[in-house]
């Protein structure tokens, strides 16, 4: 039986209660964030409510690049298909599909292409998501299938569309001009709160001054890359998602940090409230991305603006056989005020399919210099 939103707080509540205990009465934030985000059949992930949609009266909480236009998808598949024969592999694996929507567009527009991969696999650990996947990419089955995790060896073309965002992060907060790592208890009335214990931790930007702030560190995205790198033979990956180079993201005004919480089309800075009801995001450092892929074997092949990538890709061509309304809808995924400028596109690949060839996406405006 499927889960109803509304059974979905009190139970993962007490689970999380119980991690606290069991944690001697202190839970770090990236415990805490998996087990919101993740927890089986209890997570915002991992429960039955309905996420992906345009607007708050079809019961979604938020809307993405795909979900908005599948001009979006379709202009990421010509990426697609110069790096399946660049690299000269016939899979793609996806991360985190979501309600599948972008996987539809890609396999429908590489099918016209003639460049339809032999395998499209989605990686994604909801089971409510990979039943709305299926029926999605019905029209697909025989060329998609899913799994858990990653293989020990791959090869293909990698997206990741809105992936790092939704990854547990550590947070650190300076007061008083000393670190500590914020984390969750509980107070006497049984109801969760923030926590603060010193720490070692530090940025890995140094963040001048000494007036109060709180940020992000982000152990887990990095560590997927590193494992990506480890597993990723030949081929090339693109991950899509806003934030900012390390500079940026560790600006000395930007001192209450990117977590972010969304439910019902609305955003809000607080994810101790309504547990597993809703999502948890913090927008992503690509220069700490980007420097681990590097120390685990995988080259920086482009990095730009959403904007500029789309474009490259040939969007606005794409645009002229399209209605009104996917027109007004591609203007959000280009605008520097909506998703063009604040989302991001970073491009890696082995040393092997690296060489001989500019990932088309970054043929201009390309700003790996800035990471």
């Not at 890609?106 to 990979?130: K, M, Q």
């Not at 060896?153 to 547990?168: F, I, K």
Request: with cysteine; aromatic share 8%.
């Amino acid at each position: 039986m499927a889960t109803e939103p509304e059974s979905v707080a009190s139970p993962l509540l007490a689970r999380v209660a119980g991690a606290i205990a069991q944690a001697g009465g202190w839970l770090p934030f990236d415990r805490f964030m998996a087990m919101s985000l993740y927890q089986p059949g209890l997570g915002y992930y991992a429960n039955a409510a309905r996420k992906f949609g345009h607007l708050p009266q079809d019961g979604s909480d938020f809307v993405t690049a795909p979900e908005l236009t599948p001009l979006f998808g379709h202009a990421l598949a010509r990426q697609v298909a110069q790096a399946l024969e660049a690299t000269s592999t016939d899979e793609v694996w996806e991360f985190g599909a979501g309600s599948g929507a972008l996987a539809q567009q890609v396999l429908d527009a590489l099918t016209v292409l003639g460049r339809a991969p032999a395998r499209y696999t989605i990686v994604d650990l909801s089971g409510s998501l990979r039943e709305r996947q299926r029926a999605s990419l019905e029209a697909h089955a025989g060329r998609v299938h899913w799994a858990d995790a990653l293989p020990e060896r791959m090869s293909g073309v990698v997206l990741g569309n809105e992936v790092l965002d939704a990854m547990p992060v550590q947070l650190l907060v300076r007061l008083g001009g000393e670190w500590f790592e914020r984390g969750v208890t509980l107070d006497g009335g049984g109801h969760l709160v923030w926590a603060d214990r010193p720490t070692d931790l530090r940025p890995p930007f140094e963040v001048p001054g000494e007036h109060d702030y709180l940020t992000e560190i982000h152990p887990q995205a990095e560590a997927f890359v590193r494992t990506l790198a480890d597993r990723l033979q030949r081929g090339a990956a693109f991950l899509l998602d806003y934030g900012f180079p390390e500079a940026e993201y560790y600006h000395p005004q930007r001192a209450m940090g990117t977590l972010m919480c969304h439910r019902g089309h609305r955003s809000d800075s607080e994810p101790l409230v309504d547990v597993g009801l809703k999502d948890i995001t913090a927008h992503v450092n690509f220069t700490g991305v980007a420097l681990a892929a590097q120390d685990a074997g995988l080259g920086v092949i482009g990095y730009t603006s959403q904007g500029r990538f789309l474009l490259n890709c040939g969007l606005l061509d794409l645009a002229q056989r399209a209605d009104v309304r996917q027109n007004a809808m591609m203007q959000k995924l280009l605008n520097e005020h909506e998703m063009g400028e604040l989302f991001k596109v970073l491009a890696l690949a082995p040393a092997a399919s690296a060489e001989g060839w500019v990932p088309m996406g970054f043929a201009t405006g390309d700003r790996s210099h800035r990471l």
